[in-house]
């Protein structure tokens, strides 16, 4: 397969930007809780490391990939997204219809400092650097894994790397400016949209590597996506109502 057009290579940028910024919405708030509960100082020792860290995870693995056969590259990949995809889109469903929690930055923040407040307070506090390290190495992770499964699968390694620092940047000023209100973030909607275009690439990158050649080429990835949005609007248009009866007569 040839490049990928520009309507592919936004589509990428999108599905990337919006991974990554939800992951890294979760980061800010655990090392936020750090810094202004046990101060600054270890809570940016740990970004850093775990920055480091993830550097290392990127110079490993990345240039492993150009190794394999695009054919097979593309199945895995396919697969992997297909797996995390569906993960994302069936929670961000059962959250749209009522039968899981929304994810509350708040709460996971007064959970972070409850947590923190309870352990004795030092120049160099451990606890704290392993809080903010595990946090950044953890989401950022989830981040490596999809700026490199989806921008290598796509011959555009260095577009899902900027998105992802376009994402980074654009959430840590976020953060800076409004830490505390990062429950603002509508970040189930992001995640519904994240799910349903890593089902879109996955279900395509595996048609790819089996042989098979989409009618349209890289306009399918936008019909998958169409598609996989349509049958997301039915299922919470038809399972919303009814829950909401149960809940009602219960």
Avoid: C
Wanted: hydrophobic share 60%; proline share 2%; no cysteine.
């Amino acid at each position: 397969m040839s490049a990928l057009s520009t309507s592919g290579v936004i589509a990428l940028f999108v599905t990337v930007f919006l991974a990554s910024a939800v992951e890294m919405v979760e980061a800010l708030t655990i090392v936020v809780a750090v810094g202004a509960t046990k101060g600054w100082r270890s809570a940016f020792e740990g970004v850093a490391v775990a920055l480091l860290a993830l550097a290392a995870l990127v110079a490993v693995f990345g240039p492993a990939l150009s190794r394999i056969p695009m054919s097979s590259l593309r199945i895995v990949v396919g697969t992997v997204l297909l797996i995390f995809g569906m993960q994302w889109w069936r929670k961000a469903i059962l959250r749209s219809i009522g039968l899981k929690a929304k994810h509350d930055e708040d709460a996971i923040y007064a959970e972070m400092v409850e947590e923190l407040q309870q352990s004795p307070a030092s120049t160099r506090d451990a606890a704290a650097f392993m809080m903010a390290f595990k946090g950044v190495f953890l989401e950022g992770v989830e981040v490596v894994v999809t700026v490199i499964t989806l921008g290598s699968s796509a011959h555009r390694l260095g577009v899902a790397a900027t998105a992802a620092g376009t994402a980074v940047v654009l959430v840590a000023i976020v953060g800076l400016i409004v830490a505390r209100q990062l429950s603002n973030v509508p970040e189930n909607a992001m995640k519904m949209v994240v799910g349903i275009m890593m089902v879109a690439y996955g279900t395509f990158w595996i048609g790819e590597g089996i042989g098979l050649r989409w009618p349209g080429k890289d306009l399918a990835l936008l019909a998958f996506t169409l598609i996989y949005g349509f049958l997301t609007w039915v299922v919470v248009l038809s399972l919303t109502p009814r829950e909401r009866s149960v809940a009602v007569a219960s």
